[in-house]
């Protein structure tokens, strides 16, 4: 069974640095290097959005987070990254880390192949 625990949220000023991570059961080494993973966040009162997704075959980011955040894993401890940087107050929110056990499934543009989460972990900015 594949299971995800996220890591790394907390508050920081505007212009700080934060780093999430997502440890990942239940695939075998070669799954974890190909398989589609991701982070999506949502702020009260908002939609869930994706932020960032990466398989082995392409990385992809949302307008929002591009140049500032970087999705990256550690195959070594299984564990997913969101290395985020130039945070801003509308990044507050609660990330979510999620994980497809394939390629990622691309319709409308979007990722949509999300299959398995992790439980959330806040990020707040302030100004």
């Known amino acids: 069974q594949v299971q995800l625990v996220e890591s790394g949220g907390g508050s920081v000023q505007a212009g700080g640095s934060l780093r999430l991570s997502c440890v990942i059961s239940?695939?075998?080494?070669?799954?974890?290097?190909?398989?589609?993973m991701g982070w999506f966040r949502q702020a009260p009162g908002k939609e869930r959005e994706l932020v960032a997704r990466a398989s082995a075959l392409d990385t992809g980011y949302a307008d929002s987070v591009k140049g500032r955040f970087t999705i990256s894993r550690d195959t070594a401890k299984n564990t997913l990254y969101l290395q985020m940087n130039t945070l801003k107050p509308e990044d507050t929110a609660v990330y979510y880390c999620a994980t497809e056990s394939d390629y990622c499934t691309i319709t409308g543009g979007t990722w949509r192949g999300a299959r398995y989460w992790g439980q959330g972990t806040q990020v707040t900015v302030s100004s």
């Open positions: 239940g695939y075998a080494y070669s799954q974890f290097m190909q398989y589609c």
